[in-house]
């Protein structure tokens, strides 16, 4: 089956900097990637998404970059900010309707 | 709309018991998943079902049911609870399948001891 690795697992950044979390996958079939994030006590909420036709997408802040050939990618946020901080999980999805998730990092952005 | 509804929040069991997680979902969504998170391990998946009457196993299906006889319910439902069980458990649905956004349940939290 499909295998999400993430890193890192935590992040520390001053506010106002950039941030970058790296997810690869195993599976070659899959063909939709989200991002999602979880505040203390939530459950998770999608934040960008991206689908295996497109190389980059971006959405105000945050970006998400696709490498297939390397099945990687990739989710950048930009000009941090302390409302940033959370755990963030990628996701690597088949058609069949099996998500499988990253173990997560926990980004701190310290104002 | 209320989105995904879990209940309970909390449960405490003790090794043996059994007991049904709740989850309900007023979007008309196909697709509904069970999840349970554990520390460094992120969300694997329990079950999942892509319409009424449709069922299919996860990633770590083993001690759990699931039965899908309504589009907007889905129960889970742990046979015989063990402590290796604890863990917080999320509900989440979509529109078709896996391959769009999921709305997830506030989740439950349960101890088993």
């Known amino acids: 089956g499909e295998n999400v690795e993430q890193h890192p697992s935590t992040l520390s950044v001053q506010e106002g900097d950039s941030a970058v979390i790296k997810c690869t996958y195993s599976?070659?079939?899959?063909?939709?990637f989200p991002w999602y994030k979880q505040e203390l006590g939530k459950g998770p909420q999608l934040i960008i998404d991206?689908?295996?036709?497109?190389g980059e997408k971006k959405d105000q802040r945050i970006a998400v970059t696709l490498n297939k050939t390397a099945k990687h990618f990739s989710l950048h946020i930009t000009e941090t900010q302390p409302e940033d901080s959370a755990v963030y999980f990628c996701?690597?999805?088949?058609?069949?309707?099996?998500?499988?998730f990253g173990a997560g990092t926990r980004l701190t952005v310290k104002p | 709309n209320a989105g995904v509804t879990q209940t309970p929040k909390f449960q405490v069991l003790k090794t043996g018991q059994s007991m049904t997680l709740q989850c309900a979902q007023d979007?008309?969504?196909?697709?509904m998943s069970w999840y349970r998170q554990d520390p460094g391990m992120g969300l694997r998946l329990i079950h999942y079902?892509?319409?009424?009457?449709?069922?299919d196993q996860g990633e770590v299906p083993n001690g759990y049911n699931v039965s899908r006889s309504t589009t907007e319910d889905f129960p889970l439902r742990l046979l015989s609870a063990a402590p290796s069980q604890t863990s917080v458990y999320f509900c989440?649905?979509?529109?078709?399948?896996?391959?769009?956004?999921?709305?997830f349940g506030p989740g439950t939290r349960l101890t088993v001891l």
């Open positions: 989440a649905s979509s529109y078709s399948t896996a391959g769009n956004e999921q709305f």
């Open positions: 599976d070659s079939a899959s063909n939709y």
């Open positions: 991206i689908r295996s036709n497109v």
């Open positions: 996701a690597a999805s088949l058609w069949r309707g099996d998500m499988r």
């Open positions: 979007m008309n969504h196909e697709y």
């Open positions: 079902s892509v319409g009424a009457g449709i069922t």
